[in-house]
């Protein structure tokens, strides 16, 4: 598990003015490694664009209830750092993932990761398809669709939701999508003890892993229920 440290922000930023690639990029690599991870120069630029990305369209699209672009570092990208490890196999179905979290991170990090990000709102799933144009993201696409209608032409390895749905509603919607021995991974809050009791746990393997992105953060909690084979 990588060691924590205290936390140092980045500087306050506007959603007014976007900050420069460099100072997102700086503001990374510094958070990254008072939490522990170690972000490459290509997919901290290609994260730093993302946000860039990501907060200018914020301006009109309300993507995300996060406005200053350093704070997003913290709340958006770390905070999807925390499930790199829970990721098993080549294909990857991010559940919800609203502006691409943590899925699209999860892909700069892991180029060799085939990842389709779902979302039935329109305009997430067009600012989603506008970074993985711009980031030329060729392991990536976008799929605006209910997880109860999605039809993938092969069976997915991992599949992931970031506080979403339930996790009984994970589990439900995603079983008859995932390949033997593969994994759902519930990334929330607090740790959700009474959603566990919702799950059917049979052919399951059920862990909690509370994982702290830095002291003074609050954890994040993954549920990792790996599917019998």
């Not at 901290?44 to 997003?72: C, G, I, Q």
């Not at 799929?143 to 996790?167: G, Q």
Request: charged residues 25%; aromatic residues 2%.
């Amino acid at each position: 598990m990588p060691k924590r440290s205290a936390r140092k922000p980045c500087p306050a930023g506007s959603p007014a003015i976007l900050p420069s690639l460099e100072a997102l990029e700086s503001c990374l690599e510094e958070q990254a490694v008072r939490s522990g991870y170690k972000i490459p120069a290509s997919p901290r630029l290609l994260l730093a664009r993302y946000l860039s990305l990501l907060a200018k369209w914020n301006r009109t699209s309300n993507l995300t209830a996060v406005r200053d672009p350093f704070e997003m570092v913290e709340r958006h990208v770390l905070d999807s750092l925390t499930a790199l490890e829970s990721v098993c196999g080549g294909r990857l179905l991010d559940v919800g993932t609203g502006a691409g979290l943590p899925g699209m991170v999860l892909a700069i990090m892991l180029p060799d990761l085939h990842c389709t990000l779902l979302d039935s709102v329109g305009k997430k799933t067009r600012f989603c398809a506008q970074a993985v144009l711009e980031l030329g993201l060729r392991n990536v696409e976008v799929a605006r669709e209910r997880l109860a209608d999605h039809r993938p032409a092969r069976p997915y390895s991992t599949v992931i939701s970031r506080a979403a749905m339930s996790v009984a509603e994970l589990v439900a919607g995603a079983k008859p999508l995932i390949s033997p021995s593969g994994r759902i991974v519930a990334m929330k809050g607090p740790r959700p003890l009474p959603e566990l009791d919702a799950i059917d746990g049979e052919g399951l393997s059920i862990r909690i892993e509370d994982v702290r992105r830095s002291v003074g953060c609050p954890p994040t909690t993954l549920v990792l229920i790996d599917i019998a084979g």
